[in-house]
């Protein structure tokens, strides 16, 4: 029961990812559709950031991973 | 349901691969004999593709590779700046082994950074580039007064980069390779006819592709951090 617990929790640093890139990437479109000729430029900026702030909740899922599977 | 809980519990071990009967039995992990089988075949197209080339008429192959190596020098130029020829190669080699061990994924092989070991000494590579880098070309005392700056209270925090750092390159890799390698194991597991192609063009080339570049410019802006003076 506490692994369930344990993994839950552990899987739950996904929200944060999400809303934040969710928000990057309403940030990064707007600018396209301010400077149409700076998008490439953006769009390389967005997907750094993006894998940048998906680790956090790559680490989440590790530790979950961990939690289920090592005795 | 077997199916899938199998599939999810041998997709995460690391397995051995064969043992060489030499001193008591070595046991080799499947992801070093897969390591062995791409740097035999890297090797082989590097002496492919670089056997013939010539100053003056080059042709489409060795134009392709100018591009390729002159697109490296000036990422490396444009983040570690005037001693960027010291790094261009080994970050050009760590992106062309970080690329095709993510995308052998795609092709049947386990993906050698599926182990964090593999994941973990590369990070340890990396480290050793940009603190290696700082005191050689910044001297003993101007390495250690590199901590110190931009604001001397921030000197722990610089200190304790030298371990986050690499355990965060470390773990973003491996848990992104791991992840992938899971998803696709299970989706083969259920959906085993079309579904793993198209699901296996995001989740090996695009992802595997992605992870490589964050992990070379990284690496190349951590080292830029440390050689810049300002």
Partial sequence: MSIVIGAAAAVFTGVGAGISIGMATGKATEAIARQPEAASQIRSSLLLGCALAEATAIYGFVIGLVIIFVQ | ?230
């Fill in chain 2, 1 to 230: 349901m077997s199916n899938v809980q199998e599939a999810m519990n041998s997709s995460i071990q690391n397995k051995t691969a064969f043992t060489i009967p030499l001193l008591g039995g070595i046991p080799v992990a499947e992801s070093v004999l897969v390591t062995w089988i791409l740097m035999a075949i890297i090797m082989a197209a590097v002496w492919l593709l670089a056997r013939k080339l010539k100053p003056d008429h080059p042709g489409r192959g060795q134009s392709l590779l100018e591009m390729g190596v002159g697109f490296i020098n000036s990422f490396t130029k444009d983040n570690i700046g005037p001693h960027w020829r010291s790094f261009a190669p080994w970050l050009g080699t760590v992106a062309v082994y970080i690329t095709i061990a993510n995308l052998s994924g795609a092709v049947g092989f386990t993906p050698p950074t599926k182990d964090i070991s593999v994941t973990a000494a590369l990070a340890l590579t990396s480290v050793f580039l940009i603190y290696g880098g700082m005191f050689r070309f910044r001297g003993l005392r101007g390495g250690f007064h590199k901590f110190a700056e931009p604001v001397p209270l921030l000197a722990p925090i610089n200190v304790m980069e030298i371990a986050i750092r690499p355990v965060s390159l470390c773990m973003r890799l491996f848990g992104n390779v791991l992840g992938s390698f899971v998803v696709m194991e299970l989706l083969r597991a259920v959906l085993p006819v079309v579904v793993p192609v198209v699901f296996s063009l995001y989740f090996d080339v695009f992802d595997g592709i992605i992870q490589t570049i964050v992990f070379v410019f990284l690496t190349a802006l951590f080292t830029g951090d440390a050689l810049q003076d300002e």
